[in-house]
Every structure is written in structure tokens, then in C-alpha cells.
């Protein structure tokens, strides 16, 4: 029996820059792509249906079937520089005709007309966490939503934990090793090392070497904010979740959000510190693409709902009643659940600050300023320390970018050496 502690879906584990060169399936994890990417219950029988076939999605759409088409095709045909354009670091500035396509879809996830596309974009734009509508919601919802109909959104066969195995093998083979229980207190504990990355969240950097940062940069990082939070449960069921709508029981992950108006109502009030009547939860059915994770009448159900920052609520009963909205009966499958409340998951890891799965806030300031406004981001005053975590650029999610250009930083500054365009794993030529 797998239960994925953290993430459980990953829409750019084959999408993303780093990942498309990392290449999972080559270090030997499956992604299993279920055929419909993610659904979104409208109301007890209504649902929005993203299927990974673009021309299926289309046809569920009604009214906007054609529009959305018109919305994905160009993206779907560019998915690369798409990807490579909004997992940026934001210092350069994408080439004009990539660039106009972005904006032009960015700006335009309002034009759809019908309650269904308007569902499937908002479910979306909701994984950024914070008030809704958003231009950074708006740009989340492009990128994973047009994912849906590329390679996006697989679920890794066994658990989440074959991704970290595989990283932490390629480490391995390139001469590193990894020492787990050694927790560090003070950043001096690190004195002999040339190069220090740092996957802390800006209080944890702060907690670590405060007394040694520039009176500026500490307080910048002082004035982060953290956003709203997650709670979390995990549900052990005896049979997939009865929805009304059986299409949603073909989807690997699912909005529990209602219309969009609703999915902006629930996340305007977590943002101001309000729990939500109606939270949007998301939640994943991991056996609908991989068989493996359960056993006989045993099958698991992972799911989080958004919460104020800081707030200690047991959702269990919340994400209880919101599935039973949608699948009466829910309840009685069950066999045991586990909650982790928001304040526990900081417990549990520190960067999740309050709650906080993102690192910090993502709103359109701290998109462009990640954790602070510098040139290079990744790279802090501190001579060979650089930050690594959710809270540098692109910001949160599985795709590697924070490392990869922490890494790249790393190499250029501490090293003289560029990371070729062409850095595919497998080789042992470690830097000396």
C-alpha cells in the first residue's frame, strides 16, 4: 500500500526543462498517464472533463469546444518553448512570438463562455495558492492546463519516492552520497564547504545565518509573505470513489471546486485569513493509472484542501463532506484516514512556513522577485551559499527549474563553467 506523503501527481515530470533532459523513464520510473488528466465536478452530476485527447476535451465542452481548441492547439504546438518560457527565471526576455502567444493566453482565460471551460481553467489557476483571478493564476492555469493535452500530469508507478530515488542514484553515480537525520543549526556547521545550496524557505535560511546576511538582504527576506495553506488527509477505501458523474473516476486528479465564481469566492476568503464554506480541495485517485499502489479492497485517496495560513483545522470532515457532495456514499468506503493540519505540515517540513506549500506567496511580485529582487536570485551575499528551494525561481512544483539554475549559477560563479544546452545525466565527469 503507497501513500504519496507530499505530491502525488506530477503534470511536469516529462514537461520541464530539467526533466525533459533528467529523463525519468530512462532512470527507470514509469509515469503512468491516465486518460483523463483532471476533472472538475460542476455540480452532483455536471463535470468538466480533461482528457489527455484534445479532441475529446473539446467535444465535452459545448459552447466552448471550438474555443478551447483554438486556446490549446497553439500551445500544445509550442509546448516546449511554453514550458521553458514560464518555468524561466524571468532575466530574459522570451522571443517576440512565444512571447505575444503567453500573453495573449494569459490575458484571455476569461473569454470562455460556458461553465465548464471557465471550471476547468479556475481548477487549474487554483494550484497557485492565493487570490483568485490572478495574472499568475491565469498563467499556471496555460501552463498545466495545456500540459493536459501533451505529457502532463503522469503519475509515477509506486510512489512519488521513485522520482527521488532516481535523483538521488544519479547522485550517486557522480560521486555524491546523501547523509539523512543531520540536522543543520547554524550555517558555520558548513564552514568547509566550497559551495553551499540551500533548499530552506526565507525563515529557514534566515533561522541558519541570520547574524551572517547584510543588514538589506535580511531585512528583504523578512518581508516575504507566506501564503495560504493546505491541510491534508489521506482516505484508505474499499472501492474507487461513486461519483455521480462516472467520468470523474477515469481522472487521476480532481478539482473539488464547483464553478468558477465558487473557486474564486473559496480562495479569496483563505487569502484574507477566512475558512472557506465551500474549500476548494484537490485530490488524486493514484489506482486509476497505476493498479499497484493498493491491494484487494484497499485502495488509496490523497487530498488537501486550502486552509488560512497557519490554521491547525483537521480537515477530515471537510474533505469528507466535499467528496460526499459529489459521490454520495464516499463515506462509507472509507476505512481509515490520516489528517496532517497546516501548521502540522510546517512541523513535518519547515519551508512549508504556516502551511505554506509553496515556500512563500505566490503573487505577481514574488513571481518576478523570488525570494528578493536581484539579478541572480539563487546566488545570496554570502560567499559560495546559494538558495535552492520553492521559494527561489520559477517558484513551487516538480520540475527541478530552482535547482537547475541554482546549479548553473553555481557552476558559472564558483567554477568558470557553463552547463551545456545539451546536459543529459548519465555521464560521471563531476566537477573537480
Known amino acids: 500500500m503507497v501513500h504519496d506523503v507530499c505530491s502525488a501527481v506530477h503534470p511536469m515530470a516529462a514537461a520541464s526543462p530539467f526533466f525533459r533532459q533528467f529523463d525519468l523513464p530512462a532512470h527507470g520510473v514509469q509515469l503512468c498517464r491516465p486518460e483523463v488528466a483532471y476533472g472538475h465536478p460542476i455540480d452532483e452530476r455536471r463535470a468538466a472533463i480533461a482528457y489527455a485527447d ?8 459545448g459552447v466552448d469546444g471550438a474555443r478551447w481548441r483554438r486556446f490549446m492547439e497553439p500551445l500544445i504546438a ?39 471551460a471557465r471550471a476547468l481553467l479556475s481548477g487549474v489557476a487554483a494550484h497557485a495558492l492565493g487570490r483568485l483571478p ?78 551572517s546576511l547584510p543588514d538589506g538582504y535580511r531585512r528583504a527576506l523578512r518581508r516575504v509573505q507566506y501564503g495560504p495553506a493546505a491541510a491534508k488527509v489521506d482516505f484508505l477505501v474499499t472501492e474507487p470513489i461513486p461519483w455521480r458523474n462516472t467520468e470523474l473516476a477515469q481522472a487521476g486528479t480532481v478539482h473539488l471546486g464547483g464553478p468558477r465564481e465558487a473557486v474564486y469566492a473559496a480562495e ?23 493498479p499497484s499502489r493498493g491491494l484487494p479492497n ?26 460526499e457532495q459529489y459521490a454520495p456514499g464516499f463515506g462509507d468506503t472509507v476505512l481509515a484516514s490520516r489528517a496532517v493540519s497546516a501548521t502540522e505540515l510546517e512541523t513535518y517540513n519547515a519551508n512549508y512556513v504556516g502551511g505554506d506549500i509553496a515556500a512563500a506567496a505566490v503573487t505577481m511580485w514574488q513571481a518576478l522577485a523570488r525570494p528578493v529582487l ?13 538558495l535552492c528551494s520553492a521559494a527561489t525561481a520559477p517558484g513551487p512544483g516538480v520540475h527541478g527549474m ?9 557552476l558559472r560563479r564558483e567554477f568558470g563553467l557553463d552547463l551545456p544546452d545539451d546536459y543529459r545525466f548519465g555521464r560521471t565527469s563531476p566537477v573537480s
Not at 484534445?54 to 465542452?61: H, P, S
Not at 535547482?403 to 553555481?410: E, H, N, Q
Open 54 to 61: 484534445l479532441e475529446r476535451t473539446c467535444a465535452g465542452l
Open 268 to 290: 479569496r476568503a483563505v487569502a484574507a485569513g477566512k475558512r472557506a464554506k465551500e474549500p476548494y480541495v484537490l485530490l488524486a485517485q493514484p489506482m486509476v493509472a497505476d
Open 78 to 116: 509550442r509546448t516546449d518553448e511554453v514550458t521553458e518560457t514560464l518555468l524561466g527565471d524571468f532575466r530574459h526576455s522570451p522571443r517576440p512570438r512565444i512571447a505575444a502567444l503567453l500573453a495573449s493566453r494569459v490575458l484571455g482565460t476569461g473569454a470562455f463562455r460556458g461553465t465548464e
Open 402 to 410: 530552482s535547482g537547475l539554475y541554482a546549479a548553473k549559477a553555481v
Open 134 to 211: 490572478s495574472l499568475v493564476g491565469n498563467g499556471i492555469a496555460v501552463l498545466l492546463g495545456h500540459l493536459a493535452h501533451t505529457n502532463g500530469w503522469p503519475i509515477p508507478r509506486g510512489g512519488t519516492e521513485k522520482i527521488t530515488d532516481a535523483l538521488v542514484a544519479d547522485l550517486r553515480a557522480h560521486g555524491g552520497c546523501v547523509h539523512t537525520d543531520a540536522r543543520v543549526t547554524d550555517l558555520s556547521e558548513l564552514a568547509h564547504a566550497r559551495v553551499v545550496l540551500l533548499d530552506l524557505a526565507p525563515r529557514g535560511f534566515l533561522d541558519v545565518a541570520a547574524s
Open 298 to 323: 484497499k485502495q488509496p485517496i490523497w487530498a488537501y484542501a486550502h486552509v488560512p495560513h497557519g490554521d491547525s483545522l483537521d480537515a477530515t470532515a471537510v474533505i469528507r463532506r466535499r467528496i
Open 374 to 386: 536581484r539579478w541572480d536570485a539563487h546566488r545570496t551575499p554570502l560567499r559560495g551559499v546559494y
